[in-house]
């Protein structure tokens, strides 16, 4: 199983570039998240969809946009990159109440900004 | 200040030693998850505690869930080089919030 797939695994970019980090899971989960990890700072939630056509911000979602038009896939849109975006990102799905389900995690986009 | 606040940040012991990792908030949760990181991979799950009190075993790691559960407690018994990686806690408050973890590193 491919479980949680994440591409690239590695981007560097200008600052004021764009791109979009790629997500998609096959487990048919409805709820799929976005984070970053920075050192000392464990993992904070940018955005995360409980379903097709909906979204909604976490702890850190400015500068960033997300859209849900599939079940599978999930992407990050990083609109004009900046230095303090330099960041690994986790992708991570559901099957329902995250609570007490588990997340499963891509193994995540390191992204620097220069 | 983070809502959950993970000790020691880094520990560094010998295989064969015994060794516990806390995860403290002020805010009542009704469960809190423990994950393990490898680098270069995302975390995975170990389990989930949602009473207080609450006592879990996986193999040689412990886990309790604090009676007022504001608070939880990673214990593995005779550490071993596999048990490496960084440990993080996470709750859901609104939305899922993990701590800062606790970098583990097991010397053989």
């Known amino acids: 199983n491919a479980g949680v797939t994440q591409t690239p695994k590695f981007q560097v970019l200008k600052t004021g570039q764009s791109m979009t980090l790629q997500c998609a899971q096959d487990?048919?989960?409805?709820?799929m998240s976005w984070y970053r990890q920075d050192p000392g700072m464990g993992l904070r939630l940018i955005h995360y969809?409980?379903?097709?056509?909906?979204?909604d911000q976490g702890e850190v979602p400015n500068g960033y946009n997300v859209s849900r038009s599939t079940t599978e896939d999930f992407p990050l849109r990083l609109l004009s990159a900046a230095p303090s975006q330099t960041s690994v990102y986790f992708c991570?799905?559901?099957?329902?109440?995250?609570?007490?389900?588990?997340?499963?995690f891509g193994d995540g986009t390191r992204l620097s900004i220069l | 200040t983070q809502l959950l606040e993970q000790s020691p940040q880094f520990l560094s012991i010998q295989e064969g030693e015994n060794l516990t990792v806390y995860c403290n908030s002020s805010?009542?949760?009704?469960?809190l998850q423990w994950y393990r990181q490898e680098p270069g991979e995302g975390p995975v799950l170990l389990v989930t505690?949602?009473?207080?009190?609450e006592v879990k075993k996986l193999k040689r790691l412990t886990f309790q869930f604090g009676d007022a559960r504001k608070d939880s407690s990673l214990h593995i018994t005779a550490a071993q080089p596999g048990d490496t990686g960084l440990y993080l806690c996470?709750?859901?408050?609104?939305?899922?919030?993990f701590g800062a973890g606790t970098r583990l590193t097991v010397k053989p």
């Open positions: 505690v949602v009473t207080g009190g």
């Open positions: 991570a799905s559901s099957s329902g109440d995250i609570t007490n389900q588990p997340q499963h």
């Open positions: 969809s409980v379903g097709a056509g909906i979204t």
């Open positions: 487990m048919n989960h409805e709820y």
């Open positions: 805010s009542v949760f009704s469960s």
């Open positions: 996470a709750v859901y408050n609104n939305d899922m919030r």
